[in-house]
């Protein structure tokens, strides 16, 4: 009984391990095997894997939904980049717009505006600056638009771009289509023959009218060349141009070489386009035979093409200012050849080279701002109000830049009051003659040119070497001063003004003589708040004259 007793007390022992393990103790000789769970711990078990399924069915979705928006994303970015590029090529032909408008705002029907004074430069050589101080002093050009296009009598160059077409081509009045006229224009070179051209006379006439330095048209932007290049065959001395062989024939140099000679100064203008090389208005290209100011193709996408245009530039450049002697100043036209619009020609490196042997050689490179644009060049107009820096305004003696069939000329008075006018707000006046197809100067022209020196030779030390002086110009009172001097113009718009014996002159600064300079005749004058009253000579002439000139003491 004892031991039957112990036996049951293991066997419920055994019995409570076993119910806590799960695991029946296994006897001797049997391996140990599972014992059946209750039914609490199935359903619990059964709970627990149904959580496990659909953990997993959720992390299975949630992987089908990351698959998915990885396949979408790209799709996504796809339509968002197809959206976006119209977007940017619409900002980029918005932007290339807004450069052609505001070319169009410089350059109106051929006539280009000017630079602002803030976006003047003053330059650091003192060799240039100098260059300016003489600049400053000369006060009158001769500028002197001529080629081929003289034959017609037309407008230099510009009727050639089919873009400026409208206002360009409305003195052609003869049946022919733009590919015509623009084969036309280009044969030109064959006919033209100036046998009567005489550099000498040109200078002679210059002189005579008080001109200081010339303007002259090396290239306009048809490309021909008026001097014997050696990287164009469409030029001056070319064999398939009638003059090549005259003894003037390399127009540049004698024309240069007669000026100096009577001590004038010399600015070769050039345009930086070229509407006749093929690495500028080259064929093969979208727009095909229609034409605009600049290339024809994009410098940006073309740029091997590009950069035989800028080669070939510079070429020309540093030829005209290495063979043609002293160059005082090198004048650029065609402000649409730039940077900022893509057609970079690496100007600035150009004219530092010559400067290395043209040392303090002024660079007009107009309308484009900048350290290379040392004077600013206001074209057909006159600012209302002094720059504070360099300029000169280009105008016509006539009613064009380039030879026009009876064109009608300012008179001197005109001149006279123009020039007294820019001279007085600081600037210097480039009058331009546009010469006759046949070599001489339009008679008309000659002139006003030779009334206009007639004048200078009186009254030119009120003219040259002057600076500004407030208050500038009042009415028909203009000022300017040199040294210990103040000149106060008073001019008179035409022949028949009346010619008063007492003047208001206002110039506010302390007067202590006043003369008239043509005479060096004493004024009696009297000072009073705001200027003084001054009693000139009687004046018994019929005719007004064009000014007198008071010079006053101060």
Not at 66 to 77: A, M, N, R, V, Y
Not at 94 to 100: G, I, R, V
Not at 409 to 434: C, F, Q, W
Request: aromatic share 12%; glycine share 8%; charged share 30%.
């Amino acid at each position: 009984m004892e031991n039957d007793l112990l036996d049951s007390v293991k066997m419920d022992e055994t019995e409570k391990i076993t119910a806590e393990n799960g695991t029946e103790q296994p006897r001797e000789g049997e391996q140990p095997r599972k014992k059946e769970l209750p039914q609490k711990n199935k359903l619990l078990r059964k709970e627990e894997l149904f959580q496990e399924k659909e953990v997993s069915q959720k992390q299975k979705l949630l992987q089908e939904q990351e698959l998915l928006q990885e396949q979408e994303l790209p799709q996504e970015q796809e339509l968002l980049q197809e959206q976006e590029l119209p977007q940017e090529q619409e900002l980029l032909q918005e932007q290339e717009l807004l450069q052609e408008q505001e070319q169009e705002e410089k350059i109106q029907q051929g006539v280009h505006n000017y630079s602002g004074a803030d976006e003047y430069v003053w330059p650091t050589d003192e060799k240039v600056l100098q260059k300016l101080e003489w600049f400053q002093d000369q006060k009158l050009a001769l500028m002197m638009h001529w080629g081929p296009y003289s034959q017609l009598g037309v407008v230099e160059s510009w009727a050639l771009s089919d873009a400026d077409a409208e206002w360009s081509r409305t003195g052609i009045d003869w049946e022919v289509s733009g590919k015509e006229f623009k084969e036309q224009y280009f044969g030109l070179n064959k006919t033209f023959n100036p046998i009567r051209f005489e550099p000498e006379k040109w200078a002679d006439v210059a002189a005579e009218a008080g001109i200081r330095y010339l303007v002259f048209t090396t290239k306009h932007h048809d490309g021909f060349c008026m001097w014997d290049t050696q990287y164009s065959d469409y030029k001056i001395t070319g064999e398939d141009c009638p003059y090549h062989t005259n003894q003037y024939a390399d127009i540049c140099g004698h024309l240069f070489e007669a000026f100096r000679k009577k001590g004038i100064g010399i600015a070769a203008y050039f345009s930086k386009a070229d509407w006749h090389i093929d690495s500028y208005w080259a064929k093969g290209y979208p727009r095909g035979d229609y034409m605009w100011r600049g290339p024809s193709y994009v410098p940006a996408e073309h740029p091997e093409e590009w950069e035989k245009f800028v080669r070939f530039t510079g070429n020309q450049i540093k030829e005209l200012a290495s063979r043609y002697g002293k160059l005082d100043i090198m004048w650029f036209d065609a402000g649409w050849v730039c940077e900022q619009t893509g057609q970079d020609i690496r100007l600035g490196e150009v004219i530092d080279e010559i400067r290395t042997w043209q040392p303090g050689m002024l660079c007009a490179d107009r309308t484009i701002g900048g350290p290379y644009e040392n004077y600013i060049t206001p074209e057909q107009c006159v600012p209302e109000e002094p720059l504070g820096v360099p300029w000169e305004s280009c105008i016509t003696l006539g009613t064009s830049f380039s030879f026009a069939y009876e064109d009608t000329y300012k008179s001197p008075r005109e001149v006279i009051h123009l020039l007294t006018d820019i001279v007085a707000k600081g600037g210097n006046l480039a009058i331009n003659v546009g010469p006759q197809p046949d070599g001489r100067l339009p008679k008309g022209a000659v002139a006003a040119l030779k009334g206009m020196g007639a004048w200078l030779n009186v009254f030119g030390e009120a003219i040259y070497g002057t600076r500004v002086c407030a208050p500038y110009k009042k009415e028909n009172i203009a000022f300017t001063k040199k040294g210990e001097n103040v000149y106060a113009l008073e001019m008179f718009s035409e022949e028949d003004t009346a010619v008063p014996g007492e003047v208001w002159i206002p110039y506010e600064g302390k007067v202590k003589n006043v003369t008239m300079l043509d005479t060096g005749e004493k004024v009696l004058f009297t000072s009073s708040t705001g200027g003084l009253t001054v009693k000139p000579p009687c004046y018994e002439k019929t005719a007004a004259p064009i000014a007198r000139v008071y010079q006053l003491e101060v």
